[in-house]
Nanobody, 126 residues
Framework: QVQLAESGGDSVQSGGSLKLSCVVS????????LGWFRQTPGKAREGVAH????????HYGDFVKGRFTISRDNAKNTVYMQMNSLKPEDTAMYYC???????????????????WGQGTQVTVSS
């Protein structure tokens, strides 16, 4: 049974930092691409960051602009996202996802990921 468990969401002030974690079980972690997505009520889920399997190639949404860093620890089956300089518009439910993408241009498309966590809430106040 595949499970993805996010943690690290919290309420912070604008300009603050958070580090999200996602522990993955039930699949060959090193063979999967991992992504972080976010969603607010009434809006589509959007790709925040992605890290390719077998390498450290990463992708980020344009709105990240150097503020977030995705990383993975294959020994711990965990993907992280360090978020700095948080803004109120970063407020959302954040989800991690695992997929076997073969084309990196699909990194931000939710339908290319087969397994999802339950999400962790990030709230940034001004």
């Amino acid at each position: 049974q595949v499970q993805l468990a996010e943690s690290g969401g919290d309420s912070v002030q604008s300009g603050g930092s958070l580090k999200l974690s996602c522990v993955v079980s039930g699949l060959p972690f090193g063979d999967y691409c991992l992504g972080w997505f976010r969603q607010t009520p009434g809006k589509a889920r959007e790709g925040v960051a992605h890290i390719f399997f077998g390498s450290d190639r990463t992708h980020y949404g344009d709105f990240v602009k150097g503020r977030f860093t995705i990383s993975r620890d294959n020994a711990k089956n965990t993907v992280y996202m360090q978020m700095n300089s948080l803004k109120p518009e970063d407020t959302a439910m954040y989800y991690c996802a695992a997929g076997t993408l073969t084309h990196e241009e699909h990194w931000g498309v939710p339908s290319f990921y087969g397994d999802w966590g339950q999400g962790t809430q990030v709230t940034v106040s001004s």
